[in-house]
């Protein structure tokens, strides 16, 4: 069996998974499996002389083995805060009027990955399968491929792709191309992200989609398929403490829990609650919005300027409908521990999940998840998430609309408990087939299929998801070498 090689930006402790959640339950199993290697940046800045260091630090965990690499401060200005964060991190999601494409950060983001290629060549073995993730780590297909490595070679792309036109808003989106199409599967979030990422490849630099599906680029043959990131439900409700800590308050709450990002729609999440409150005045006293919004990147202006807008938006909610015993919305700028979120959901009648640009959402899922399957609460979720694919029972709304949001809150607030049931046991079935285990396996099937020239059945059509991976046949997971399901002891 191969070797798995993983590369990410950051590397999660793999010994404490189950806490971590979401793709590092995952990731932890694979490296357990197929004793693995996982290279990325250490956390850590130090000085200029840290650039030419391409000897990382080991750590052995958990049966796998974790290597690091420090950064420069002017490494993580440029690459990280910079080229990663305020060009491709706004384009992705749409947003062209916050990316600083004068900056000049593109060649520090590409000497990075070139730094981080020459520390992993020397550690390959020729059977070893790379798996390159997000972002961060776009070009670093291609300085492996400069450097002779020709092992197979996948990117996973965990935020969305944009339509071509504002792809090709990014001055380097021809130096992008070519990284890209370096790899031999990139795998994306979903269908839409295929269609885009496809239409790119085509408008930008001319490729050619081939009749086995797969894209001519470069003189390469590529292919671009959709693995919707999931969650473990299982791992997830086991994470809840013996005893609750939540209790039941008095009014019905709405719970959002989200990054503090401007991509995640939490200002007009504010304002359509309070346009509720205001349209439907027989609710006030009787509902709250508890908000959860964990700092992020608060050296870049946008989001201090985020901040600034929230805690300006819940004081005039507050203080304009709220009474001595009633405040409307409970903004809390801080993280919570993943464990504790589970009684909180539970306890939430509604889960408000409206970003305005999102590769998956994993709050969707876990909040689904954590419902009591007699008396479930009613997802509300934004189209232009990722999850709004899968997740055709929540009730799908234009996170731009105001008004729209306001009248949904309502409708889920009066859905009777047969039509939340029906709902729940449908997201549900959703979330238990397509769970993290197989995201990671079926990524993987299709890349060692694609390595060995083997073809997988097509999975419905342009990135789409198949009948064969969903019903987990026994090919493309004997082809990943690991189990029917992962271990997550």
């Known amino acids: 069996m191969s070797r798995i090689v993983l590369v990410s930006n950051r590397v999660g402790d793999v010994s404490k998974a189950a806490l971590a959640g979401g793709v590092v339950i995952a990731i932890a199993d694979v490296l357990r499996a197929r004793s693995g290697l996982w290279l990325g940046w ?35 200005k440029d690459y990280y805060l910079g080229y990663s964060n305020a060009v491709l991190w706004p384009v992705f999601h749409t947003r062209l009027d916050l990316a600083q494409f ?18 992993l060549q020397p550690l390959l073995k020729p059977d070893d399968t790379i798996w390159i993730h997000d972002y961060h780590m776009i070009p670093l297909g291609l300085e492996l491929r400069k450097l002779g490595v020709n092992n197979p070679i996948g990117f996973f792309l965990h935020i969305p792709v944009p339509p071509a036109q504002l ?32 239409d790119f490849f085509r408008n930008a630099v001319f490729g050619r989609l081939l009749q086995d599906g797969r894209m001519r680029v470069f ?14 439900m299982d791992s997830f409700l086991e994470s809840r403490p013996k005893r609750s800590r939540e209790q039941p308050t008095p009014a019905t ?21 309070g346009r509720f409150l205001e349209k439907y005045p027989d609710y006030r006293r009787k509902v709250v919005l508890s908000q959860i919004a964990p700092p992020t990147r608060e050296s870049v202006v ?23 015993d009633w405040v409307p919305i409970h903004y809390i700028h801080r993280s919570t521990p993943r464990r504790m979120l589970v009684d909180v959901y539970q306890h939430s009648r509604i889960g408000f999940v409206t970003p305005l640009r999102d590769g998956m959402n994993l709050v969707a ?10 008396d479930p609460g009613v997802l509300i979720l934004s189209r232009f998430a990722g999850a709004a694919e899968q997740m055709k029972q929540a009730l799908i709304v234009n996170p731009y609309d105001v008004e729209e949001m306001a009248d949904t809150i309502k409708i889920a607030l009066e859905m009777g408990r047969q039509e939340r049931k029906d709902r729940h046991r449908a997201l549900v079935s959703g979330i238990r087939s397509y769970d993290t285990f197989w995201w990671c396996r079926s990524f993987l099937a299709e890349l060692d299929a694609v390595a060995s020239g083997k073809n997988l059945p097509p999975l419905g059509g342009v990135g789409g998801l198949g009948d064969d991976l969903a019903k987990k046949s026994a090919s493309p997971i004997e082809l990943a070498g690991l189990p029917s399901r992962l271990s997550s002891n």
């Not at 004068?102 to 520390?119: H, I, M, P, S």
């Not at 709450?253 to 609650?273: C, E």
């Not at 985020?306 to 909610?317: F, P, V, Y």
């Open 253 to 273: 709450r709405l719970i959002g829990v989200d990054r503090l990002d401007y991509t995640k729609g939490l200002p007009q999440k504010f304002r359509a609650f």
């Open 219 to 232: 003189d390469r043959e590529i292919s671009v398929k959709s693995f919707p990131v999931g969650i473990d």
């Open 302 to 324: 946008a989001y201090a300027d985020i901040r600034n807008e929230l805690e300006s938006l819940s004081g005039m909610i507050n203080g304009k409908l709220g009474e001595l």
């Open 365 to 374: 899922k876990e909040y689904v998840a954590a419902q009591d399957p007699d």
């Open 42 to 76: 250490s956390g850590r800045t130090g000085e200029k002389s840290e650039e030419a260091r391409t000897t990382p630090d080991f750590q052995e965990m958990d049966g796998a083995t974790i290597a690091t690499l420090p950064l420069s401060h002017r490494e993580f």
């Open 167 to 198: 792809f090709m808003a990014i001055p380097e989106y021809r130096d992008l191309a070519r990284s890209l199409a370096a790899y031999d599967l990139i795998g994306l979030q979903t269908r839409t992200d295929c269609a885009n990422m496809l």
């Open 102 to 119: 004068e900056a000049g950060y593109y060649q520090r983001y590409v000497d990075v990955n070139r730094r981080f290629a020459l520390t």
